[in-house]
């Protein structure tokens, strides 16, 4: 029996109009239609539930922490010695470029070219500019976005314009999730949004050491991928006096339930891991001016969006002042993602009227363009950095770690407590209300269709016909690669004749797959801003499911549980929680997160030997080719004084 009909009806009835595949399957229904779900649920929590400003205020320095910590920003780096170098200096009748690079981490270089008028008398307002996507290859993208230096240095400013990670005369990855395969970032909770920030955190230093700086005038404008990093910067750095994001910013309604997080790479999202309603982002900046940037008809931050986030806003920068239009604005202009004069026109306005009090109108006159090649930092090849990290920046920036392991029982106990929590409040999401599964369809040959939460279904087979008191009752947990039309070839030395064994399809599995599109991995990367994974959904059912089965028998019988691979290790995370699963075992399990299950941020907490660790005095019996990866496990068991319920072979 097959549920597909089942499926296209949910899907019909709840999914929105605007689903986009042209034959989408009954998995890829159900996950647009249960990301949408945890959108709109989501979309409730602006302001983290603030009605006032002061209760705004009061929640603010929490939020503005756990906004750091989404971005790989908590605790904050170091600020280490910039070794600003101005490798060179071009000199026009009206302004000067200086190009020079800093390290905001040893090793992680930025490059820029700083526009200052021929002539300065006294301090000078500033502004740091952030680039969009332009590929100009060895000259950087700061090359594509010279008009905005110049215009600023023309018109009295300090003008920084800074190399992106990815686009930068040093190249590193900003698409590791959309089209890398990098998951491991997730379980990191890195984002190249967190190395563009703090590049920019930085470049704040090095723009307040300059003695021709005025450092209570600075502003941050971009467009783009430059007008997310806008948001970014503006949002963790109150050194920002004004903000100007320039069509790079939208909510999670367009992002997720619209799929236009398909047209944005990494750079463009940090890991939401404490499920904000996004516009709450944009909120970190008030009261300070902003003036949010768009285009009419600008496919990638559609006007849909763009009137949300203004209607959230104004309610927020209302609370302050009702004289909302000093503090906050919105600008929308003809034409689609361009860097249109009219939107360049509009910032130089709020920049002028905020920085210099200055509310004359203005005019961009034709500007000289500098041959791009003459903008390098580094001019030849030779010139490059040997010490530069920028291409593994990925691999450096967010501290991974293993606990501490105990010393004896009580410490153990005390240990295990304290991960629990750590998971349940850092890593996992889960569901409110009732941890059963719920059966809605069954068939003549075992098939069953369940539900685990609200908006999603799993499939699940009953293997033979089970006794009726089973020695063992077993939960086999499959891959999405694995078949379920027999007891797999690696279980059945596990399964005696007398237990009863039921194979479960979490999330994405058996017919309720969706169709994989790398890039632009919408299912995986929209779970992330969300606030959860795949594989967290996915201990969740395995929960949901063996809660089931133990309350279903009649005998209160709990669960055996085991799994392959990545599988089992989602079984083991299962386990760790749920009281009615008694005993697990894994075959070949994957050794580190950085292989698979990916859960937001696990990696800053523990790895999977660990979290092994923890099940005791549980029985486990892990099945692997490699005894000695699981060093730490052993040492966590008999640390909890159980070695004897541990069985490796």
């Known amino acids: 029996m097959r549920f597909t009909i089942l499926l296209l009806v949910i899907g019909c009835q709840l999914a929105p109009a605007s689903f986009s595949w042209a034959q989408p399957t009954p998995g890829d229904e159900l996950f647009h239609h249960y990301l949408s779900l945890l959108t709109a649920r989501t979309n409730q929590r602006f302001l983290d539930g603030a009605a006032s400003w002061e209760e705004w205020q009061a929640r603010r320095p929490r939020l503005h922490q756990q906004y750091l910590d989404m971005l790989g920003?908590?605790?904050?780096?170091?600020?280490?010695?910039?070794?600003?170098?101005?490798?060179?200096?071009?000199?026009?009748?009206?302004?000067?470029?200086?190009?020079?690079?800093?390290?905001?981490r040893p090793g992680l270089y930025v490059t820029g070219n700083l526009y200052r008028p021929r002539h300065i008398e006294g301090k000078l307002p500033a502004v740091l500019y952030l680039c969009g996507h332009s590929n100009k290859g060895r000259d950087g993208n700061k090359t594509a976005y010279q008009h905005h230096g110049i215009w600023f240095a023309t018109h009295g400013y300090m003008c920084l314009i800074l190399d992106t990670l990815q686009l930068g005369e040093i190249p590193g990855v900003h698409h590791g999730t959309y089209r890398e395969g990098r998951w491991w970032w997730q379980a990191v909770g890195y984002t190249?949004?967190?190395?563009?920030?703090?590049?920019?955190?930085?470049?704040?230093?090095?723009?307040?050491?300059?003695?021709?700086?005025?450092?209570?005038?600075?502003?941050?404008?971009?467009?783009?991928?430059?007008?997310?990093?806008?948001?970014?910067?503006?949002?963790?750095?109150?050194?920002?006096?004004?903000?100007?994001?320039?069509?790079?910013?939208?909510?999670?309604?367009?992002?997720?339930?619209?799929?236009?997080?398909?047209?944005?790479?990494?750079?463009?999202?940090?890991?939401?891991?404490?499920?904000?309603?996004?516009?709450?982002?944009?909120?970190?900046?008030?009261?300070?001016?902003?003036?949010?940037?768009?285009s009419g008809h600008d496919p990638i931050f559609p006007m849909d969006g763009n009137d949300r986030i203004r209607a959230r806003l104004e309610h927020l920068y209302s609370l302050y002042d009702r004289d909302v239009a000093k503090r906050f604005d919105v600008g929308v202009v003809p034409g689609g993602h361009v860097d249109g004069v009219e939107l360049r026109l509009m910032a130089y306005r709020w920049i002028n009227r905020h920085l210099k009090n200055d509310t004359s109108e203005v005019?961009?006159?034709?500007?000289?363009?500098?041959?791009?090649?003459?903008?390098?930092?580094?001019?030849?090849?030779?010139?490059?950095?040997?010490?530069?990290?920028?291409?593994?920046?990925?691999?450096?920036?967010?501290?991974?770690?293993?606990?501490?392991?105990?010393?004896?029982?009580?410490?153990?106990?005390?240990?295990?407590?304290?991960?629990?929590?750590?998971?349940?409040?850092?890593?996992?999401?889960?569901?409110?209300?009732?941890?059963?599964?719920?059966?809605?369809?069954?068939?003549?040959?075992?098939r069953l269709l369940l539900t685990t939460e609200p908006g999603m279904v799993v499939t699940a087979v009953q293997v033979g016909n089970p006794p009726a008191k089973p020695h063992r009752r077993w939960l086999l947990v499959l891959n999405p690669d694995e078949s379920d039309k027999e007891l797999p070839e690696w279980a059945k030395p596990l399964i005696g004749h007398d237990d009863a064994v039921l194979l479960l399809n979490p999330r994405g599995g058996g017919e309720l797959r969706w169709t994989p599109k790398s890039s632009p991995n919408y299912v995986e990367r929209a779970h992330a801003l969300v606030g959860t994974t795949v594989d967290a959904g996915r201990v969740w059912d395995v929960r949901a499911v063996a809660r089931w089965l133990h309350e279903s028998d009649e005998n209160s019988m709990r669960v055996h549980v085991t799994g392959k691979g990545r599988a089992g290790v989602i079984a083991a995370y299962a386990a760790l929680f749920e009281p009615a699963i008694e005993a697990i075992t894994v075959v070949e399990p994957t050794t580190s997160h950085r292989e698979g299950p990916i859960f937001l941020h696990v990696l800053r907490h523990l790895d999977v030997p660990d979290a092994f660790g923890l099940l005791a005095p549980m029985p486990l019996e892990i099945i692997s080719q490699n005894r000695d990866v699981w060093s730490r496990t052993e040492r966590l068991y008999r640390s909890a004084g159980a070695s004897n319920k541990l069985r490796l072979r």
């Open 73 to 104: 920003l908590w605790p904050l780096p170091e600020k280490t010695p910039l070794h600003a170098t101005i490798t060179g200096r071009l000199e026009r009748e009206d302004f000067v470029v200086e190009k020079l690079h800093f390290q905001s």
């Open 192 to 294: 190249p949004a967190g190395v563009e920030c703090w590049n920019g955190i930085r470049a704040l230093d090095y723009l307040q050491s300059r003695p021709e700086v005025d450092p209570e005038r600075i502003a941050v404008t971009g467009r783009s991928g430059g007008g997310a990093a806008t948001v970014w910067i503006a949002a963790a750095d109150e050194r920002v006096k004004v903000a100007v994001p320039v069509s790079g910013f939208s909510d999670l309604e367009c992002y997720v339930a619209d799929k236009v997080i398909n047209g944005h790479c990494d750079c463009m999202f940090l890991v939401n891991k404490y499920g904000w309603e996004w516009t709450t982002i944009l909120a970190l900046i008030a009261p300070r001016p902003m003036l949010f940037l768009n």
């Open 363 to 446: 005019r961009e006159p034709q500007l000289p363009v500098i041959p791009a090649k003459d903008l390098r930092v580094f001019p030849e090849d030779t010139d490059l950095p040997a010490d530069a990290l920028n291409g593994r920046i990925d691999e450096l920036f967010v501290s991974c770690r293993h606990p501490d392991l105990p010393q004896s029982p009580e410490d153990f106990r005390q240990l295990r407590e304290h991960l629990l929590d750590v998971l349940e409040d850092k890593v996992f999401s889960w569901p409110e209300g009732t941890r059963a599964a719920q059966v809605l369809r069954t068939s003549p040959e075992g």
